[in-house]
Every structure is written in structure tokens, then in C-alpha cells.
């Protein structure tokens, strides 16, 4: 029985796990960049709320509240990510199985898994884009957030680094498919320029952290 | 209220990430890291399964079994550190809260903490640990898996591999306050090695699977 998509979250985590692991193709790689880029935002928001209203760290506060709510806004727009990818897999698959025995459901279904190719690659990279916000909101925390929680700002960088690389690898899958040269150049281009930036940011979040817990 | 430390896993992930936002120090990185390399090895497990049984790969399907039992059982014990980095996290919150109102008080307390600074520590290796075995079950299924579904073992290294440098933070937030140096060099000459050798491996994991996707 095929759950409602946009339930997923809803789902207990060992039951979300089991269906990872299980040979159903959804919820797969794609949904677990979602939930890794979920919770790098989560935990940034934590790092937020334990530097906040902090004696030591009143000289940071108005910057740590504004990372805070823009952390809450991506947190939230990744958990939505978790059943976009379901949606637009399936819609996929439902593309593949149209009718081909005219001429004309076969232009019809080909139109549909072109449709359908582009926007399981723009969830994934919508994804993208979420996790290299939350990559630089934790670059942005890791040397002004309260030391005592700071290696969760370390962690929020590395989980939602994971998840950027684990989006794009959603994009290349489709991309070869996709016959409309344009999208793919532009796709593509906004990826690389993505994976570019996020690998030196997070590596900087990392050693920030590492050398603030020395 | 406190939860049920337990019966984290049991939550819903849309509360889970609740909780890991909110200021309750647990669940907190320990917890994230711990849920990265169980969905890592469920991750694995799918590739596996969706491998298993397929006409075209008759010829790998003995190793490809053998890694799906252990890709289970590895995810069996991540599951159950999400629950044991909240417990370790909270008994040192005890010790720390112990009375030092008289000298055997104080020394009392102070072996308390010790002892659970050294759990606090055990646990995320004992994660470390089994995310090391998730990246080289994800890089040994990589080149030999069904195709299809092949970015998925790209995503179970890259978070098999975030989830271990994740672990190695909380590691090296507790080791400054350990004085059995005994236990700290071990400790640490362990972490260095599943570290080094992980990051080759989740490259070539990924490497190998982009391969496969162009």
C-alpha cells in the first residue's frame, strides 16, 4: 500500500527507515537529502536559540536572531522537500507507463516524461539550493554561536554539505535524459557554481568549529 | 516533559526535527549523526534489494546478499544510537549536577562525571565506527549494483560519511575533559584512523557511482 507522499514527515523515523531500506523505490537518496538538509537547518536553529538571550553573547544577538528565522524558513522549505522528491518521482514513473500504441500517445507520453524529467531535477536542485543556505548560515554561526553547542554547527555543516552532493547526484541521473539543451546547460551551471561555493564553506565551518572546541 | 529517550526513533521525523531545533540540549549533533548513518545504511540495504533477483546481475547477487544482511545489521545498531547519544548526553547532565557540598561529595562527583565523560565518548565512536562500515559496504556495492538505482549508494556513502566526521566532533568536544590519558590516546588514535581511511573511501564511492550515472 503506497502511503500518501505528503505524509512522509509524518511518519515515525524507524518507519521512515524501514521504507529507505525497503525495495520500493520511494522514499530514496533524494529523500534523504531532504532530511539531512532539514537537519542541518534544525540545527542551526539550536545553535540560534542557546546563543540567544546568552549574558556572553549579547554583542551577537541581532545577527544569531536574523540566522534564526532565515534557518526556521529553509528548515521549513527542506521538510517540504521530503515529499516533493516522492511526488515527482512517481509522477515519473506515471509518465513511463502512458499508453505508446499511436503515433500520437507516443508524442503525448514522450512531452509528459520530458515534463516530468524536469521537475525531478529541479526538486533536487531546489534542494541544492536550500542546503548552501544552510551551509552558510552554520559558516555564519560557527565563530559567534555559543561555544558550549557550537559542534552542532559543525554538524549542521556536514549534514547539509551531504545533502547538496547527495541532490546533485539526483540531478546528473536525470540530466542525460533531458533533451531540451538549454535547461540542462543552466541546470548544470547553477549546480557546479553551487558545489563550488559549498565545499570551501564547509570545510571553513569545520575548522571553525574544530579549533573553537580545542 | 522529557521524552522517553528510547522512544526517540519512534517519533515522527516532522518532531524530531522539532526537537532537534528547539533549545532542549538532546536530541542534538550526536543524535543527527547517529540517524545520517542509519539512513546510510538503509540506503545500502535498497540498493541491494533492488539489485537481488535482477536477471542482469545473476552473476553479483552472493556478495550483494551478503552485504544486505550486513547493511541490516549495521542499521539496527545506528537506530538504537539515536537513542543512546540522548541517554549518554543526559547522564553526564546528571553527574554534573551531582551535591559538592563535602570532600567525598566532590570526589564522588567528579568520578561520575569522569565516568560518563568516557560514554559520552564511547558512543559517537561506537557510531563513528559503524558509519565507517556502512561507507565500505556503500563503496563495495557501487561498482556492482543494479544501475538504477545507483545514485543511492553514492547518498549512503556521503551520508554514512557526514554522519561519521559528525561522530568525531562529539568525540573531540569531550576528550579536553578526560584525564585518563590512557583513554584518550586510545581513543583518539582510533578516531584518526577510521577518519583517514573513510575519506578515500567515501571519495571513491562517489566517484564510482557518478561514473555510472553519465
Redesign the interface.
Known amino acids: 500500500m503506497e502511503a500518501d507522499p505528503s505524509m512522509?514527515?509524518?511518519?515515525?523515523?524507524?518507519r521512515?527507515?524501514?521504507e529507505?531500506?525497503?525495495?520500493a523505490?520511494t522514499p530514496?537518496?533524494g529523500g534523504?537529502?531532504a532530511?539531512?538538509g532539514?537537519?542541518g537547518?534544525?540545527?542551526v536553529?539550536?545553535v540560534c536559540?542557546?546563543t540567544i538571550g546568552k549574558k556572553d553573547y549579547e554583542a551577537v544577538e541581532a545577527p544569531v536572531r536574523r540566522m534564526l528565522d532565515q534557518?526556521?524558513a529553509v528548515?521549513q522549505r527542506l521538510?517540504d522537500m521530503?515529499a516533493a522528491d516522492v511526488q515527482a518521482f512517481d509522477a515519473l514513473m506515471g509518465a513511463y507507463k502512458l499508453p505508446r500504441s499511436s503515433d500520437a500517445e507516443k508524442q503525448a507520453r514522450t512531452e509528459a516524461i520530458q515534463h516530468a524529467l524536469k521537475q525531478a531535477t529541479d526538486v533536487p536542485l531546489d534542494c541544492a539550493s536550500a542546503c548552501a543556505e544552510v551551509i552558510e548560515l552554520a559558516r555564519q554561526v560557527a565563530p559567534i554561536g555559543n561555544r558550549g553547542?557550537i559542534?552542532?554547527a559543525?554538524?549542521?555543516a556536514?549534514?547539509a554539505?551531504?545533502a547538496l552532493?547527495?541532490a546533485a547526484?539526483?540531478v546528473?541521473?536525470n540530466v542525460?535524459s533531458i533533451k531540451d539543451a538549454d535547461f540542462v546547460q543552466s541546470r548544470r551551471a547553477r549546480l557546479d557554481s553551487l558545489l563550488a561555493r559549498c565545499a570551501a564553506d564547509n570545510e571553513q565551518a569545520?575548522e571553525t568549529?574544530?579549533g573553537r572546541?580545542?
Open positions: 512522509v514527515a509524518d511518519q515515525s523515523l524507524r521512515f527507515l524501514d529507505l531500506a525497503s525495495s523505490p530514496g537518496g534523504a537529502a532530511v539531512m532539514a537537519m537547518a534544525a540545527l536553529s539550536m536559540r542557546l534557518a526556521e528548515r521538510t521530503i553547542v559542534s552542532d559543525g554538524v549542521a556536514l549534514s554539505h551531504a552532493r547527495s547526484l539526483a546528473y541521473i542525460p569545520y568549529v574544530v572546541l580545542g
